[in-house]
């Protein structure tokens, strides 16, 4: 009698007490309630480093003309001979040195469709890392008309050892503040992801100054005499320039109770 009456007071309990309990939400709310998201922190380090550029890329122009293709061709040849080894002999490598191929173009008189003469143009490129040969090119562009300085770069040799260590030191800030925050709060903080910011090394006002005067000093314009004079007050150190190097580390994080 007492198990008849025990079947009947389970089955008046309702269905929802004995069912198990039911999940609800969007998946990334589900994500949140079976794995807890991690407390983290992001620390951020930055670094900045300054070096002179110790190389300097010299663009030339060689203009030769001549009544005749071939005359001018020759012409051309030897100009680039004779500054090539102007050039060595002062002590630059052989392989700084490098010449486009040359182009040609007819000149035409104002009667008759034979060209009255032969234009043939060549490029030369030139890496020096001595301001003494910088003044040898100014030179050699002095005396001879057929040749003008049309271009310079400057280029820094330790790039890669520069960034390297603007890198280091960077995330040595980061980790500075991690031992700060671990001391300060009694956490321990895990690494757990790195991403960087590497800005691309970026040449001073002074390059485009030095470059100005020195390729504007070829034209006989009036106002690149005038540029000129404005920066003769202030004449550019003896080094080429200066570039700059940035790095900024965003280091994540976990944090751990002691």
Same mark, same amino acid.
């Given at each position: 009698m @007492?198990?008849? /009456?025990?079947?009947?007071?389970?089955?008046?309990? *309702?269905?929802?007490?004995?069912?198990?309990?039911?999940? @609800?939400?969007? *998946?990334?709310?589900?994500?949140?309630?079976?794995? *807890?998201?991690?407390? +983290?922190?992001?620390?951020?380090?930055?670094?900045?480093?300054?070096?002179?550029?110790?190389?300097?890329?010299?663009?030339? /122009?060689?203009? +030769?003309?001549t009544e005749r293709l071939g005359d001018s061709m020759k012409a051309n040849s030897a100009l680039r001979t004779t500054i090539s080894q102007s050039l060595i002999d002062a002590g630059v490598e052989a392989e700084e040195i490098n010449t486009s191929k040359f182009s040609s173009s007819p000149q035409f008189g104002w009667f008759g469709s034979k060209p009255k003469s032969f234009e043939v143009v060549n490029r030369m490129s030139v890496g020096i890392t001595d301001e003494a040969h910088l003044q040898l090119l100014a030179n050699l562009t002095d005396d001879n008309d057929e040749v003008v300085m049309a271009g310079m770069e400057f280029e820094h040799t330790a790039r890669d050892e520069f960034q390297n260590k603007v890198k280091a030191t960077a995330l040595d800030k980061a980790l500075a503040q991690k031992a700060a925050i671990e001391e300060q709060l009694g956490v321990d903080l895990i690494p757990i992801g790195l991403n960087e910011r590497m800005a691309a090394p970026s040449r001073t006002m002074g390059a485009n100054m030095i470059e100005d005067v020195v390729v504007t000093a070829q034209r006989a314009d009036s106002a690149s005499r005038v540029r000129q004079e404005s920066f003769a007050a202030s004449p550019p150190a003896q080094t080429f320039d200066e570039v700059v190097y940035q790095a900024t580390l965003f280091v994540t994080f976990k944090v751990v109770q002691k």
């Open positions: @007492k198990n008849r /009456i025990l079947i009947a007071m389970l089955l008046l309990i *309702p269905g929802w007490l004995l069912a198990e309990t039911e999940l @609800k939400g969007n *998946p990334e709310e589900l994500r949140q309630f079976l794995h *807890p998201a991690e407390n +983290t922190v992001t620390l951020t380090g930055t670094h900045e480093e300054t070096a002179f550029s110790d190389k300097a890329i010299i663009s030339l /122009i060689i203009t +030769t003309e």
